[in-house]
């Protein structure tokens, strides 16, 4: 198995920032695709950012130019730079990995989510 531990959620005020964490653990022997998604109180889940295991990034339009997603792939985690915050980006924010396991079985899997509210 395979886990996804989010931090780094929290309150902030307008424009100001929060870095995401999400380090994966359990019987890994390759994350493949790595990304973060949001979903805001009464929306459904939308993409944010992903990043390939060759640091490939893609980014929603509403985000480009604030967030900056990256990996350390020795760690097996996933960083959400998110800066100039914004009311409209306050969510719960989930990570997400594709995995090869020690079974060589691929596998898709997401975190419990960390809450960020932007408010002043």
């Known amino acids: 198995q395979v886990q996804l531990v989010e931090s780094g959620g929290g309150l902030v005020q307008p424009g100001g920032s929060l870095r995401l964490s999400c380090a994966a653990s359990g019987s890994i022997f390759t994350i493949y695709g790595m990304g973060w998604y949001r979903q805001a109180p009464g929306k459904s889940r939308e993409l944010v950012a992903t990043i390939d295991n060759g640091g490939r990034t893609n980014y929603a339009d509403s985000v480009k130019g604030r967030f900056t997603i990256s990996r350390d792939n020795a760690k097996n985690t996933v960083y959400l730079q998110m800066n100039r915050l914004q009311s409209e980006d306050t969510a719960v924010y989930y990570c997400?990995?594709?995995?090869?396991?020690?079974?060589?079985?691929?596998?898709?899997?997401w975190g419990q989510g960390t809450q960020v509210t932007v408010s002043s």
């Open positions: 997400n990995a594709d995995v090869l396991g020690l079974t060589m079985a691929l596998k898709n899997y």
